[in-house]
């Protein structure tokens, strides 16, 4: 009977350390270049992107133009490398080092040097 307890206190104490570890971690509603010299991450509705060559990073909905906001995705190496990404109405893809993203009216670049937006 003494052996419960301590297997369950093992297991907690296992289960504790993969959520720590896990705390960062970016899943498939992120993604970054393969230098991660830029990355994108999903938040709510729209998809927020961002280059280390930027201080801000631009978001785009679902319709209508990209803006641009001071919030920056968090990203690292264990971030998922692009290679093309479907959510709604916007869509991405990798070309080169660069992040290509479009909605239906607006198309985004994100590159290590910075961000540029076409509508």
């Known amino acids: 009977m ?15 350390a993969a959520l720590i570890a896990n ?3 970016t899943g ?3 993604f970054r270049t393969p230098d991660a010299g830029a990355a994108c ?9 961002s280059s280390l060559g930027s201080p801000g990073s631009v ?3 679902g319709r ?5 906001v001071s919030r ?7 971030t998922p490398v692009l290679h093309t990404w479907h959510h709604g109405a916007i869509s991405c893809r990798l070309a080169g080092n660069a992040i290509l993203c479009r909605n239906d009216s607006t198309a985004i ?3 290590a040097a910075g961000l540029s937006v076409a509508s």
């Not at 052996?3 to 504790?16: M, Q, S, T, W």
């Not at 209508?64 to 641009?68: E, R, T």
């Not at 920056?72 to 264990?78: G, K, R």
């Open 41 to 49: 991450k999903v938040s709510g509705l729209s998809l927020v992107c």
């Open 28 to 30: 498939k509603t992120a």
């Open 2 to 16: 003494r052996r419960l307890p301590v297997l369950l206190i093992g297991f907690a104490a296992a289960l504790a």
């Open 59 to 61: 978001e785009l909905r």
């Open 72 to 78: 920056l995705p968090w990203w690292d190496a264990s």
């Open 109 to 111: 670049r994100i590159t």
């Open 64 to 68: 209508g133009g990209a803006q641009v």
């Open 23 to 25: 705390a960062g971690s």
